[in-house]
Each structure stands twice: as C-alpha cells, then as structure tokens.
C-alpha cells in the first residue's frame, strides 16, 4: 500500500484543459516514445485513469507527462494521457505542455523561441513567442497530416445513413459535414453531438480499419469532428470534435485541425502557404498554415501549423492513495 504523488501544473489552451505531469511519472522502457507509450499503457495506465477521470479530473481532462527525449534532434518527449487513452498526437496538449514548461523553466531550449518535441506520433516542432517570463503564443509544426478515406457510409443509430471523410492529424478523425442527417454543429445541441458521436465511431470502426501507413501503432479512428459555419468573421470553419467517451474539444483541436487542413488540401481548397483558421465550439481560434506537401507512405500529405494560446490556472500536487476505492478514477 502506498501514496504515489504526482507534481502537476493545471491550465488550458483556448478553453480545453492541459494537465502537465512535471515530476512523479514512471520510468518508462522503449528505444522511442512509441514504445514508451505501449510500455505505459500496458503496466500504469492506472495513472492515467487516476488523473484523468473522477474524482481528481473530469471528462474533458487531458495532459501529459514530461520525459526527457529518446532522440537526438529534440529537446523533451511528451507522453499524452487523456480520458480516452494516450494519444499519439494531441495539439492543444502540446500548446499547452510547451507553454507552461517554459513558464516554469521545466525545459531548456537548444535554440531560443524554438522547442522540438519528441511524442509517439513523431518530431514536432514548437515556435513560441515570449513577453518576459510569459510565453504569449505557441505554433507547433505538426506531423505530416493526410486524407485517408473519402466518402466512408455506415449506418447510425439515431441518425441513419451518414457519409464521413477520414483524415490523420496526428489522430484518425471522422469528418461529418453537411448532409441529410447532419446540417452544422449550430443547429444541434452540445448533447446531441455527446449522443451521436460513440455510434458514429463505433459504426465506422466496425466497418472499416483505420492505420497509419509508416507506424502500426497508430491505428483505430479516435476522433468525430462535426463540423459548421464559422461564427467569426475572421475564422474559415468551426468544429466540435469529440474525444473519449463524454468529451467535447473546448478548444478548436490541434489534431482536428491538422486533419481538416489535410482534407481541404486533398480537395485543393488549400495549397502551401495558405491560412486555415479554425474556430471552436466556445469561440476560441487555432490559426493553422499549410507549410509543405510531402508523402506518407502512398498518401500526399501536408505539413500543418497551428498556432494557438494557453494560460497556466495553478499548480496541483495530486496523491493517488492505494487505499481509495476510487484511486483508479471513474466514469459516470
Ligand atoms: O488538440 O489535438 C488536440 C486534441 C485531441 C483531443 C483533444 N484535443
């Protein structure tokens, strides 16, 4: 019986929470942070579970934890830990994690407003801009980003026939655009989209298998983004994407966003060095840009950047007590 202790910092990027585990994770076996991730989820995902799920988080909850890199060309790993499992990839994490990190003088740089991130998914670069001790804005380079399958039916319960692309961002994401079943996230309430979104996924997983082409571990499609009108004037399109079993991105999804770039870029809607700004269900905006086009595996692919911001709410030292019923967290 014992009392494991977690040194964590709270905060958020454009409204969706970002956990940072600075101190207190497990020593992890693996050549690269992909098999750091399979290592983690075999033997202490009751970590995971702990501070992501009652009664020390919530639904929404999302972090990750500091490791220092397993290659070469890169500054520190990111382990993402989430409700709905670790993540390959998770953009408003990564925002989140590089911001408060730097606030707090957790990692060091090799080269100044320049932070390059070993996650399971691949390199991701991180530009940030400081003021003083304040880290203002953070964009990330992400990993290549494509479209994997067009026009994807299945059969829904609650909603019928629904036609879906699916794009990689880092994650696999079922895109729902306007349709017969579905018209635009605001003509919808929050808890149809809760709703709806497990049958989505379960009925496309069911029919289809969803790999990424170069890494085997990434596999299964994760994510349902809805899609609708931008709000903002400024912002090219809105999203509500859902994650794990109850949760709604806050913010526009750095994941999401890469995917959705992928798709417009695969439909030629954009083209190197074209803007995409994505708004959230809140009203927040992630700023993505088109840097490249390169290929993965048989699939053409971009090269996305997002930019986006968070705040750090606090520190949090959380104990996860042998001796608790609950110290594995639940879910109601
Ligand atoms: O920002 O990539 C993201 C993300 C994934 C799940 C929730 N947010």
């Excluded at 500091?66 to 990111?78: G, I, N, Q, S």
Aim: hydrophobic share 40%.
């Amino acid at each position: 019986m014992a009392t494991h202790t977690f040194f964590c910092i709270d905060g958020h990027t454009c409204g969706n929470p970002v956990r940072v585990v600075a101190g207190g994770g497990p020593r992890l076996e693996g050549r690269t942070m992909s098999e750091k991730r399979a290592h983690f989820l075999a033997e202490y995902d009751w970590i995971r579970t702990g501070l992501m799920f009652e009664p020390r988080g919530h639904d929404m909850m999302s972090g990750a934890i500091l490791y220092p890199p397993t290659r070469e060309d890169c500054d520190v790993a990111f382990l993402f830990i989430e409700t709905s499992g670790c993540l390959p990839m998770c953009g408003h994490g990564t925002i989140g994690t590089v911001t408060m990190a730097l606030e707090r003088g957790l990692v060091q740089p090799r080269e100044p407003g320049v932070l390059r991130i070993d996650t399971p998914a691949g390199l991701v670069e991180a530009r940030y801009e400081q003021n003083g001790p304040f880290v203002e804005r953070v964009r990330i380079t992400n990993v290549p980003s494509f479209l994997y399958a067009r026009g994807l039916e299945a059969e829904v319960e609650g909603l019928g026939r629904l036609t879906v692309d699916v794009a990689y961002g880092g994650n696999f994401y079922a895109i729902v655009e306007p349709q017969e079943a579905f018209t635009d996230i605001a003509d919808v309430e929050p808890s149809d989209i809760l709703r709806w979104s497990p049958r989505v996924r379960a009925a496309f997983r069911d029919k289809y298998d969803f790999v990424h082409p170069e890494n085997p571990a990434i596999r299964g499609l994760s994510h349902v983004l809805w899609t609708g009108r931008p709000q903002s004037p400024e912002a090219h399109a809105r999203n509500a994407v859902f994650y794990g079993d109850k949760a709604i991105d806050r913010s526009p999804c750095g994941t999401g966003t890469s995917a959705r770039m992928a798709q417009w870029a695969a439909l030629g809607k954009l083209k190197v060095g074209d803007s995409f700004i994505h708004e959230s269900i809140i009203g927040t905006m992630f700023r993505g840009r088109v840097e490249a086009e390169t290929t993965v595996g048989n699939f053409s692919a971009v090269v996305p950047s997002i930019e986006g911001w968070a705040r750090m709410t606090g520190y949090n030292t959380i104990f996860i007590d042998d001796r608790d019923p609950l110290a594995h967290g639940f879910q109601v």
